[in-house]
């Protein structure tokens, strides 16, 4: 349980920009977390269990209310990788060792080109003799998720 000192600060409460950023941050540890962990917020499990559902956070659902069209795959113990379409521009959401990198790195990096790549094959060979597609046009489209464990991982900055 946590108790802000308030007194310390000069506060009295809580203001809703840190309340929404303490939120999202027990939603990030649910999804980036093993799946028999079970995580509660003010008294309540939350509904996201692995990151695959954590994923679905982030997708909006299809035109007929379907969910949104996403591929996952649990590559091994230490690597879990969705990707989904985004609104027009490059998106990711990526953990290192459940600490978010909100800007993404080689990992991320590693990942995408590895996606653009296999999907520029497949539109290619479908797509004989028309317009020529750039990886930048393909890239633009994905929303990548990842979630690794990576030994002795380098950041470039505190800000992580």
Not at 114 to 124: G, P, S
Not at 147 to 160: A, H, W
């Amino acid at each position: 349980t946590f108790w802000p000192d308030f007194a310390r600060f000069g506060m009295t409460s809580l203001d809703v920009d840190i309340t929404s950023l303490m939120m999202k941050r027990v939603y990030d540890i649910a999804g980036s977390t093993a799946r028999k962990v079970r995580v509660t917020l003010n008294g309540r499990q939350l509904p996201v269990r692995c990151f695959e559902e954590y994923t679905g956070m982030y997708l909006k659902p299809a035109a007929d209310g379907s969910a949104a069209p996403c591929m996952y795959e649990r590559c091994s113990d230490r690597w879990e990788v969705a990707v989904g379409i985004s609104d027009g521009s490059f998106s990711q959401v990526s953990f290192v060792n459940s600490i978010n990198t909100i800007k993404g790195g080689t990992h991320v990096a590693h990942v995408a080109d590895q996606v653009v790549e296999a999907l520029l094959k497949k539109v290619k060979g479908k797509n004989r003799g028309g317009i020529d597609i750039k990886p930048a046009h393909v890239k633009n489209h994905l929303w990548i998720f990842i979630n690794c464990l990576v030994e002795n991982p380098e950041f470039d900055s505190q800000t992580k």
